[in-house]
T-cell receptor, first 113, second 117 residues
Framework: KQEVTQIPAALSVPEGENLVLNCSFT??????LQWFRQDPGKGLTSLLL?????REQTSGRLNASLDKSSGRSTLYIAASQPGDSATYLC????????????FGTGTLLAVQP | GAGVSQSPSNKVTEKGKDVELRCDPI?????LYWYRQSLGQGLEFLIY????????KSGLPSDRFSAERTGGSVSTLTIQRTQQEDSAVYLC???????????????FGPGTRLTVL
């Protein structure tokens, strides 16, 4: 069964700290992996997408890595800010006829000022 | 241009009533997806449309759920005879058709919060 897990479920850090969010998936035959953030009561905002052939993607203070062989991805946030507080979700797309995303359980991040 | 839009943003209905949720994808996006986000189940896939191909309905939880996409653009998700367990946030996403230079990144709308009393 294709499952996606995120650890930790919740994380609280002081402003300015660098942090890492983890995502693991049981089936390594992924097509791509996408990281999202979700603010309370809002939809999902796409942060980064990594293709299966890539090892990492960067956008501003965010860096996402992918290690297919170990079934893991990490989202690194540098110099965290209170505005980074949100739920972070990773989602995996597998090849085949369907393009559906399989979502992880999410990490609730709180950055304390 | 505008992002994915959904309406209504909130819907409260009584058990047994039918509801229709609407999604307007990003212009030019050929693929459209519906997902559901509930407290107990997290985010789960419901249905996927790609151009004129037959939709992937593998995620629909029961035959009370149906969706259509007219003219390759706007989509409507219909839930018949709503039950309390249908209460959730229904999210729509769209993406461009994947190709050599197109990654198929999915962009989400703000969602419709459905409450069944």
């Amino acid at each position: 069964k294709q499952e996606v897990t995120q650890i930790p479920a919740a994380l609280s850090v002081p402003e300015g700290e660098n942090l890492v969010l983890n995502c693991s998936f049981t089936d390594s035959a992924i097509y791509n992996l996408q990281w999202f953030r979700q603010d309370p009561g809002k939809g999902l905002t796409s942060l980064l997408l990594i293709q299966s052939s890539q090892r990492e993607q960067t956008s501003g203070r965010l860096n996402a890595s992918l290690d297919k062989s170990s079934g893991r991805s990490t989202l690194y946030i540098a110099a965290s800010q209170p505005g980074d507080s949100a739920t972070y979700l990773c989602a995996v797309k597998y090849g085949g006829a369907t393009n559906k995303l399989i979502f992880g359980t999410g990490t609730l991040l709180a950055v304390q000022p | 241009g505008a992002g994915v839009s959904q309406s209504p943003s909130n819907k409260v209905t009584e058990k047994g009533k039918d509801v229709e949720l609407r999604c307007d994808p990003i212009s030019g996006h050929t693929a459209l997806y519906w997902y559901r986000q509930s407290l107990g189940q997290g985010l789960e896939f419901l249905i996927y449309f790609q151009g004129n191909s037959a939709p992937d309905k593998s995620g629909l939880p029961s035959d009370r759920f149906s969706a259509e996409r007219t003219g390759g653009s706007v989509s409507t998700l219909t839930i018949q005879r709503t039950q309390q367990e249908d209460s959730a946030v229904y999210l729509c996403a769209s993406s461009r058709r994947e190709g050599a230079t197109v990654r198929g990144e999915q962009f989400f709308g703000p969602g419709t919060r459905l409450t069944v009393l």
